[in-house]
């Protein structure tokens, strides 16, 4: 049973047209992680959630929002995405922060910007 | 210097040959380490954990060396299905990435 469930499998938006990917897990996992993923690129880490507590990575576009409203799910807004935003997008799990416990990946959801 | 470093390969074996990939960490206070595999468009899947006296699981095996800093993995007698990329993590206060390590086995 996936325990990470990313909705939907692919995004397809316009230039400039905001949309929200979801991320949910039956973990209850303390740590949630949103990453970008480039082809033939390492994933980038955007930002992650600990509990409740947001931790956003310095070089993270404005453009890139998240919200948490529960341990279970996890919200990942792009307000206005450019031809540059368009990527795979993980989303991911770990017990806690700084363990030793690896982390656990959803499907992913790829996006394409018209 | 990147956190961790690996050779993209591609590495190209025929079936049943025994590959090794390296990878090497840059931050000695790095604590955790791990091997994913990850399919052509699809999400980083845990391969396994690398502990400090080594561990096995099958055909793979994976070495840490603190003191030179790298890790490795080890695929013994490989598989078509083992076509994929392999992507070195290491946990320090967040997950670092590698490129990843392109495998082809052939037929």
């Known amino acids: 049973d996936a325990m990470v469930i990313q909705n939907p499998r692919y995004q397809v938006t316009q230039f400039g047209k905001p ?25 980038k880490l955007l930002f992650h959630y600990y509990d409740k507590d947001f931790n956003n990575e310095a070089d993270t576009p404005d453009n890139f929002q998240s919200r948490r409203p529960n341990t279970s799910f996890c919200f990942l807004d792009i307000r206005s995405p450019g031809l540059g935003d368009a990527a795979m997008y993980l989303c991911a799990t770990s017990r806690d922060w700084g363990s030793n416990q690896p982390q656990h990946f959803g499907d992913g959801t790829r996006l394409s910007i018209l | ?103 082809t086995v052939i037929p």
């Open chain 2, 1 to 103: 210097r990147k956190e961790v470093e690996q050779d993209p390969g591609p590495f190209n074996v025929p079936e049943g040959a025994t590959v090794a990939f390296n990878c090497t960490y840059s931050n000695s206070a790095s604590q955790s380490f791990f091997w994913y595999r990850q399919d052509c468009r699809k999400e980083p899947k845990l391969l396994m954990s690398v502990y400090s006296s080594g561990n096995e699981d099958g055909r793979f095996t994976a070495q840490l060396n603190r003191a030179s800093q790298y890790i490795s993995l080890l695929i013994r007698d490989s598989k078509l299905s083992d076509s994929a990329t392999y992507l070195c993590v290491v946990m320090r206060n967040q997950f670092y990435f590698g490129t990843g390590t392109s495998l």
């Open chain 1, 19 to 43: 949309v929200t990917l979801s991320c949910s897990q039956t973990l209850n996992h303390n740590v949630m992680y949103w990453y970008q993923q480039k082809s033939s690129q390492a994933p």
